[in-house]
């Protein structure tokens, strides 16, 4: 069964600080990866996405990739309070059909003001 | 921007009927999808269909089906709806024009569906 794992959490942190959220996946062939952001009744919306080892940015997010480890991070720098939601980790390998992205179940951020 | 609208965003059913849930797409996207999203268990893929008429099972297909008869449109379908399938359904969509960009899902607002 491939799998994407993430600390429930909460995750609670102070306003400007850095948030740091992390993601493992279990199938060696996926290919792309994605940062997903959810508020509360809402429906996900895509803030980052990532497909080369290595660290990318955008604004105050870094999205950071390691194959070899299996590993994804995400950033969030100078923290703010609307930043307060879950956050999914998505990896897409392909497969029969096409491409298929796996979700992991989330993790939920708050940043306290 | 990618505009995905889902028929509901809250319905109620009893436990034996049949419930449609419809999703539409306007931005000529190939590729749609299906998810039901509980707690604690993420997105769990159902159905998912890259051309018109074309239909893919995914995790959890059993108790739904589906319809894509015309490229915008992606239907799900509960012929016998149970409680076990209270949840909320999220419909997405993706261009195919790349294989990365086939990736990035754009979402709908959600269907809260309530089986009695």
């Known amino acids: 069964q491939k799998e994407v794992e993430q600390n429930s959490g909460p995750l609670s942190v102070p306003e400007g600080a850095i948030a740091s959220l992390n993601c493992t996946y279990s199938?060696?062939?996926?290919?792309?990866f994605f940062w997903y952001r959810q508020y509360s009744g809402k429906s996900p919306e895509l803030i980052m996405s990532i497909y080369s080892n290595g660290d990318k940015e955008d604004g105050r997010f870094t999205a950071q990739l390691n194959k070899a480890s299996q590993y994804v991070s995400l950033l969030i720098r100078d923290s703010q309070p609307s930043d307060s939601a879950t956050y999914l980790c998505?990896?897409?390998?392909?497969?029969?059909?096409?491409?298929?992205?796996?979700f992991g179940a989330g993790t939920r951020l708050f940043v306290k003001a | 921007d990618v505009k995905v609208t889902q028929s509901s965003r809250y319905l109620v059913k009893r436990t034996g009927e049949k419930v449609f849930l419809e999703c539409v797409q306007d931005m000529d996207h190939e590729n749609m999808f299906w998810y039901r999203q509980d707690p604690g268990l993420g997105l769990r893929l159902i159905y998912f269909s890259y051309d018109v008429k074309m239909k893919e099972k995914g995790d959890i297909p059993e108790g739904y089906s589906v319809s894509r008869e015309k490229k915008e449109r992606f239907s799900l379908i509960l012929e016998s709806a149970s409680t076990n399938q209270t949840s909320m359904y999220l419909c997405a969509s993706s261009p195919s024009d790349t294989p990365s960009s086939y990736n990035e899902q754009f979402f709908g607002p959600g269907t809260r569906l309530t089986v009695l």
């Open positions: 998505a990896a897409s390998t392909e497969g029969t059909g096409g491409f298929k992205t796996i």
């Open positions: 199938d060696r062939g996926s290919q792309s």
